[in-house]
């Protein structure tokens, strides 16, 4: 069957979407540089305009090359979705180039040495603006262009996946458009390149996504459809079946055109165990002093809406499977434990409760739940090393029993107030797939992992996207 999603047709192919993206991204850039550099001179007492402002304009050329090398221009082809973090971290790093470049041209160059000040502000400024005006030109190029179209070839769960990832993220800037699936296929005879080709012309779709591992695809049909959409400018994707090949400790190899994919072990060093633990130290200690007060209120309010303690104690599953006690404000009336047996049944996923309207959950626990604020304390649970800031959903000792073969790795690392479970849809999540999340993440560790998705983490609590 071919399902066709409504939406606004966009008028221009992917080649012009991100070279109309591209001239815009760069015009941003040189504005924001130009900017930090008056900013930086007027902040350090120069006279604006002068001399030395113009020779500091004359190595604007030399930035967007700069940051070209950078692939702030043309996305790394790794990258699935435009990221501002992505391209927040590579601008942090080309500006600190820069940065030292406009010294050394400042103290041998035609120019009056910059103050240490001058160049602070100018560094902190470009980032600023850098980062602000990019955000501004996605969001026109969008605006201009709409959504990016995709078209999906695919079995029926993988349609529903991915139709709820980017519902999910709309920050992807990507729309499924239309879809191929097994029924498509017509007494056997799969699909063919022309039927897709005339839907890639009459769609207008700007990406194309593929699994290669169905046996009702033609042979070839992938070739033959990659050939195509590149004639047409359009990016092409391809994932194979087995979700264990697509983590993030996975990389392709090239052996003489052969590509390869290859595992690398899951392992974290001392140095990396020992640098994720002293980032929850600092920051679990900072936000405690913080939120003092807000969680002085919260237990009075909780005294004062129902009988019961203030906290809800309940055993969790940690790190290589010890048990400890996860600290939460209680959200629920007393009697919840009692009463989750018969909700089960009504729970939109077998393996664990998740419904809508639970009617366990307290006036003050449903503010709580919506804002997050019920995870507080488990701050003092990442304080004492129980859990981490960022790390896979703990889980309760029924749900980790449901756990199989390589899965059990997710219990390498302690689990976490928040993780990429939290980003990519909270309890909107099915279990089993969650737990493939939180084994993608564990695998791919990095500390920048762990800084993006605390960052990454914010703009999902405040929208209170996938809060139950």
């Known amino acids: 069957m071919t399902q066709t999603f409504p939406g606004s047709l966009v008028r221009s192919q992917y080649r012009d979407r991100e070279y109309g993206l591209r001239r815009t991204l760069i015009v941003g850039d040189l504005l924001a540089i130009t900017l930090a550099i008056v900013l930086a001179q007027v902040l350090g007492g120069s006279e604006v305009p002068s001399v030395h402002t113009l020779w500091y304009l004359v190595t604007l050329p030399a930035w ?93 769960a993988d349609v529903t996946a991915m139709q709820r990832r980017l519902e999910n993220h709309p920050e992807f800037q990507m729309q499924l458009s239309t879809v191929f699936d097994q029924e498509s296929a017509v007494d056997g005879a799969g699909i063919s390149v022309q039927e897709l080709e005339a839907c890639l012309d009459l769609e207008r779709i700007d990406h194309t996504i593929i699994r290669l591992d169905l046996d009702w695809l033609p042979p070839n049909l992938a070739d033959q459809l990659m050939y195509s959409c590149f004639r047409r ?37 001392r140095g990396d165990r020992l640098l994720k633990r002293c980032l929850d130290l600092v920051l679990s200690s900072i936000l405690l002093m ?19 303690p203030v906290l809800f104690r309940q055993t969790r599953i940690g790190k290589e499977g010890e048990a400890f006690k996860v600290n939460k404000f209680r959200t629920m009336v007393p009697n919840a434990e009692s009463m989750t047996e018969e909700l089960m049944r009504d729970s939109s996923d077998p393996d664990w409760l998740n419904i809508e309207d639970d ?90 992992l762990d800084v993006r998705t605390l960052l990454e983490t914010l703009p999902v609590v405040f929208s209170r996207r996938g809060a139950n």
């Open 64 to 156: 967007t090359l700069l940051f070209s090398a950078y692939h702030l221009y043309r996305r790394p082809v790794e990258e699935f979705s435009p990221s501002l973090l992505d391209d927040a971290q590579r601008i942090f790093h080309a500006l600190i180039i820069g940065t030292l470049c406009i010294w050394v041209f400042s103290k041998y160059g035609p120019v009056d040495q910059a103050t240490l000040a001058e160049i602070v502000v100018f560094w902190v400024s470009a980032m600023i603006l850098t980062v602000s005006l990019r955000w501004i030109a996605a969001k026109i190029n969008t605006r201009i262009h709409g959504p990016r179209r995709v078209l999906l070839i695919a079995d029926g």
């Open 290 to 308: 913080l939120f003092s007060p807000a969680m002085l209120l919260i237990a009075i309010a909780i005294k004062v809406d129902t009988r019961g």
């Open 233 to 269: 400018g359009i990016r092409f994707s391809a994932y194979p079946g087995p979700r264990s090949l697509l983590l993030p400790n996975v990389s392709l190899v090239h052996i003489e055109g052969m590509g390869i994919l290859t595992h690398n072990p899951p392992i974290l060093s």
């Open 359 to 448: 009617p366990r959950i307290t006036r003050v626990g449903s503010f709580l739940r919506r804002t997050s604020l019920d995870e507080l304390p488990q701050l003092w649970n990442v304080l004492v090393g129980e859990m981490s800031l960022v790390g896979p959903r703990p889980l309760s000792e029924r749900d980790a029993l449901m756990l199989t073969g390589r899965q059990r790795h997710r219990a390498d690392l302690a689990p976490g107030i928040t993780g990429r479970w939290q980003i990519l849809g909270r309890t909107s999540i099915p279990f089993q797939e969650m737990v493939e999340i939180d084994y993608g993440y564990v695998t791919g560790w990095s500390l920048w």
